[in-house]
């Protein structure tokens, strides 16, 4: 591990929690990483890191967190980056941003988009309205509805289903107003189209989907329409929620990452 002056090289490992997460979400994914001084982690909670909340928008969020971890001092080091469902749509940003930044960049049921091309915000495809509309009456629940009914209805929908654990959540924890802000500054149809991302870095890009997360799956399979080279990491026997799911095997291939830079 010695780098071209004798000096020992470190491996940065970047996590961004999914949409309704906190940073202790990859705490079980962690336990499971090389423990020593060569590998560091970083959890930021991007909800109160104050310039990267939802009051920033996708067009300008990459550029903000890169500029983030290099104040973290490690820009001249080897940086993983893990992103899970929203994580992974903002990490899809990041890499975009500054490709170089980034050794390797893990997407863990992640939306790259719609496959069209969008030109500033304007749902004017029938997906992205339908969307819009989806996101935008989340966002006023989330702002005015009960916390345990709100919960509920939200762990009720079909792209969390099959899955081993749910996450508990606590009002307590949370930002109202910020959750409803990201669902739609940060909504689906908001985002331009990533799969050129994609296809320009799927050599540092590993794809992580559950085996039965139906809906992810037929978007990967898609994507590889795009992207035919594109590896599919299918965790088996899990849904949607791969880091609540099955922790160890996620972080197995993290760690495969980790060693490989070294």
Known sequence: M?????TLERVNVFFLHGFLGRPQDWKRVQEYLPKHEQVRVFMP???REGWLGPETPLSEWGARFNRWV??????AEKNILVGYSLGGRLSLHALENKANLWSKVVLISTNPGFDDNLNGFEPSSDSRKQRWLQDSYW????LKAPWVSLLKNWNDQPVFSGGAEEPMREEKHFSRELLGL???????AQQR????VIDSNQKKIDWVIGEKDEKFIDI????????PSLLLGIIPDCSHRV?????KDLAERIKTLVHQLF
């Open 139 to 142: 966002a006023e629940e989330f």
């Open 2 to 6: 010695a780098g071209a002056r004798g």
């Open 182 to 188: 990201a669902l739609t500054q940060w909504s689906l």
């Open 193 to 196: 189209n990533m799969r050129k």
């Open 220 to 227: 990967s399979n898609s994507l590889q329409n795009n992207v």
């Open 45 to 47: 909670d991007y909800f």
């Open 243 to 247: 880091p609540f799911d099955r922790p």
């Open 70 to 75: 290099e104040l973290q001092g490690v820009s």
